[in-house]
């Protein structure tokens, strides 16, 4: 008996890497007259389902995932969001 | 010279010919590789050429990295087999783990495409065997993802190991510790950013990239 889970995976770079997009849109801000916005970042959002037994075996299945692909350890972070349908 | 070199093609490669004209421009044989390929008979090297692979999908070769010629490519490498990525090539070989570390966005958030002198730090790898240390070469990048960057325990490796191939003279990228180029611990898979090819005839500006080029040919016809 299986259970369809709604997965968001947010990946976004790791403190310290460069995030030259996120630079840019905090630097057009203040022409838009929004001042006081700091610290930009630009990730990225992954969305699917996946089928599972449970919500651990589930989110056990995207960790690795991202760990071994949807990320790259070395520059990002994710984080996991696992809904039961 | 007769080494025959795999060019392997992903869709989204774009500097395959231009590799396969600078090889056979030193009497190499170059043949095309297309990226489904599940074996790789009869080249003596392999060369992953720039681009955007798989259309840089999800990040820079973290795609092409599953392409059914990277496993022949890792039993290549792991015989000893001289592997050198270029640009992109470079990307994919770090995604694939053939190579430590990561290329993040270039620090100054621009693509770059201009020709930077690059140094030659280490002899201790196939594509630089030919140079000398402390050779400046005048070579072409063409990158948004070049900022090479790794932990400071890869960092601490690399350097004590004299696995850094090649610096810039002056970081284009914000790279770590100026590097262009790595190789791997026992020297036989190299990866750079700049572009060799690219620097392989007068008409180009630059030949400077020959002399790294022959180095490479010349390991795979030891082989």
């Not at chain 1, 929004?34 to 389902?49: E, Q, W």
């Not at chain 2, 025959?4 to 992903?10: A, E, P």
């Not at chain 2, 900022?147 to 004299?162: D, P």
Request: with cysteine.
């Amino acid at each position: 008996m299986s259970t369809t889970f709604d997965v968001l995976v947010e990946v976004s770079l790791r403190p310290g890497i460069a995030d030259p997009e996120g630079s840019t849109v905090e630097r057009a801000l203040p022409a838009l007259g929004f001042n006081g916005v700091d610290g930009v970042r630009v990730g990225k959002a992954i969305r699917f389902s996946i089928e599972a037994g449970d919500e651990a075996t589930a989110r056990t299945q995207v960790e690795d995932l991202c760990h071994r692909f949807l990320a790259n350890p070395v520059i990002e972070d994710t984080r996991v969001e696992v809904t039961p349908r | 010279m007769t080494a025959r070199v795999g060019v392997v093609l992903f869709p989204g490669s774009n500097c395959e010919h231009d590799a396969v004209e600078a090889v056979e421009s030193l009497g190499g044989k170059a043949d095309i590789v297309w990226h489904g390929a599940t074996s790789i008979p009869g080249v003596d090297a392999v060369l992953l050429p720039g681009g955007f692979a798989h259309g840089d999908y999800l990040r820079p070769g973290a795609i092409a990295r599953f392409s059914p010629v990277m496993e022949a490519v890792g039993r290549f490498a792991a015989d000893g087999g001289p592997v050198v990525g270029i640009c992109n090539g470079f990307q994919v070989l770090t995604e694939a783990g053939l190579l430590p570390g990561a290329l993040q966005k270039n620090a100054g958030l621009k693509f770059l495409c201009t020709t930077v002198d690059v140094r030659v730090d280490s002899v201790q790898s196939v594509l630089t065997a030919d140079a000398s240390v402390g050779d400046i070469l005048r070579i072409p990048i063409n990158h948004f993802e070049g900022n090479y960057t790794c932990s400071a325990e890869t960092l601490a490796a690399l350097r004590s190991e004299a696995r850094v191939v090649l610096r810039y003279v002056d970081n284009p990228n914000g790279s770590t510790d100026d590097i262009a180029g790595i190789c791997n611990e026992r020297g036989n898979v190299v990866g750079l950013m700049p572009h060799p090819e690219r620097a392989s005839d007068p008409l180009l500006g630059s030949e400077d990239g020959l002399v790294l080029l022959r180095s490479f040919l010349g390991a795979g016809a030891r082989r």
